[in-house]
């Protein structure tokens, strides 16, 4: 299952189904197996979430570059505008 957001992994924890065992309730391995799966879900969605960040990071800084080249300019041409 490729989750797009925390929704879908609740959902899946809701879906959960163990295999049962005669003896001990649900099967051990089983129960190791679908929790790997959860935890799967969760990286795969910090990973999707801290890629945007980086993103959003990496634009707000190229943004700031050029708002400081800007106001460098404007104040090159106010020096030259006053000598």
Known sequence: MAS???EDVAQLFSDLKFRRQLIG???EADVW???EQVQNEYRRLYDRQAAGYEARIREREERIR???EQLSSIE???KNESN
């Open 66 to 68: 050029q708002l400081e």
């Open 76 to 78: 090159n041409g106010m």
């Open 4 to 6: 797009e957001d925390m």
């Open 33 to 35: 197996k679908k929790l």
């Open 25 to 27: 309730g649900v099967s």
